[in-house]
């Protein structure tokens, strides 16, 4: 069981269905998104109407979760992935990803929000630390971080500069691998994206659940 947490029109869908073998199912609190998701995939995935706070599953039911850009979008964001961890199975995998407070190109989102005087009703980008702390006090054990795209997204909208960069996209996801994934740098891409995973409650003074943690 495979959870798109907040997965808007399906836009991860079929990355996510092309590496897992599991039952997709995805979750968001747009209707009209969902059925834009169904009409785009053909009504081979499982999506349900409801709010992240308020996940309408039973504990422990999924083996993976992805929760793609969303968090900073939801203003009891703890709430969300408290149920995240809630749903998530023992030993169960969540990836998690936000714009990154800490890059350069926050500067510049608030920039073109008072120029333009337009504001997202709730954009709080948040940074590989904030993100951690709290995976960590859900008990969530953290396995790998990166960062991603050396460009944000929305540079590459307006078309003259999307044909300009259009041969350098091959470079760019090399120097994406090489400076983003292992190097300090990547607590510094425009989005942070952590993997963690859950594990039991680790009691003090208890031998038998030492061994059972491995």
């Not at 798109?4 to 599991?22: E, K, L």
């Not at 968001?28 to 992240?52: G, M, N, P, Q, T």
């Amino acid at each position: 069981m495979v959870l798109d947490a907040g997965c808007g029109v399906g836009r991860d869908a079929q990355m996510i269905m092309n590496v897992t073998r599991g039952v997709y199912v995805g979750v968001d609190i747009s209707i009209r998104s969902l059925f834009e998701a169904l009409k785009r995939h053909e009504s081979r995935i499982c999506v349900i109407a409801a709010s992240l706070t308020h996940l309408p599953f039973r504990d422990e039911i999924f083996n993976q979760i992805v929760c793609s850009e969303v968090l900073e979008h939801i203003p009891d964001w703890k709430e969300a992935l408290k149920e995240l961890h809630r749903v998530l199975r023992m030993y169960g995998v969540l990836i998690v990803s936000t714009p990154n407070v800490l890059s350069l190109y926050f500067p510049q989102k608030i920039y073109l929000e008072r120029k333009s005087k337009a504001k997202h009703p709730y954009d709080q980008w948040k940074s590989y630390w904030t993100l951690k702390s709290e995976l960590r006090r859900l008990g969530l054990k953290i396995v790998d971080a990166r960062g991603a795209c050396i460009l944000p997204g929305h540079i590459c909208y307006k078309p003259l500069i999307k044909r300009l960069l259009k041969p350098l996209l091959p470079l760019l996801e090399v120097l994406d691998n090489a400076l983003l994934s292992r190097t300090p740098l990547r607590y510094f891409g425009y989005i942070c994206v952590i993997k963690s995973k859950k594990m039991p409650p680790l009691i003090k003074n208890d031998p038998d659940q030492l061994l059972r943690s491995g």
